[in-house]
């Protein structure tokens, strides 16, 4: 990517999953330009608030940060990650059916993640800004999950089946709406 971009890259976006790959290629890309800004991307799960990991508290220097137990994996480098851009499981799975409809992307949850974060930072970036996103999964993992209306519906998420299922019938009890 690097040769690719004729050495332009500016803003690498990659989940934190393991950490390997935003690691080593933001490593790699940080030898080449220490300018490059390497951002790591995560969900924010309710189960274990963004705002209250170690990996984040570590990262953001907060008081007490060098007793805390390491609750992330060895893998990442907090030396390379220069940002770290949370989002809502709803959120990205609601912008994973547009990425599908829209563009044609049929993502996993971390890619759609990843993609979502540099879509709204280029968005705010200037004309020579170049933006990498790295894509690790397809959604071919997720068809009976993320992609599906009654499993949307049973975890809560039947605004989201609503509007991207149109003409769908809701549950019994429920009125049925039609997606935008």
């Not at 220069?82 to 059916?97: H, S, W």
């Not at 894509?135 to 809560?156: G, M, N, P, Q, T």
């Not at 299922?165 to 809701?170: N, R």
């Amino acid at each position: 990517m690097w040769g690719q971009t004729r050495e332009g890259v500016t803003h690498f976006v990659a989940a934190i999953a393991t950490g390997g790959t935003v690691s080593g290629t933001g490593r790699y890309l940080r030898e080449q330009n220490p300018a490059i800004e390497v951002i790591g991307t995560t969900f924010d799960l309710p189960e274990k608030p963004w705002a209250e990991s170690g990996l984040n508290k570590t990262f953001h220097r907060h008081d007490g940060y060098e007793q805390l137990e390491q609750d992330w994996p060895a893998n990442i480098d907090l030396d390379v990650v220069t940002r770290l851009e949370a989002r809502t499981k709803p959120e990205v799975i609601d912008f994973a059916f547009h990425l599908a409809r829209a563009e044609g992307l049929l993502l996993g949850p971390s890619s759609v993640l990843s993609v979502k974060v540099a879509l709204e930072l280029a968005a705010e970036a200037t004309a020579v800004d170049v933006f990498v996103v790295f894509s690790a999964d397809h959604a071919r993992d997720y068809v009976s999950a993320e992609y599906d209306e009654d499993w949307l519906r049973a975890h809560d998420l039947g605004e989201i089946a609503d509007r991207w299922f149109p003409g769908a019938q809701a549950p019994a009890g429920g009125a049925a709406s039609v997606g935008a």
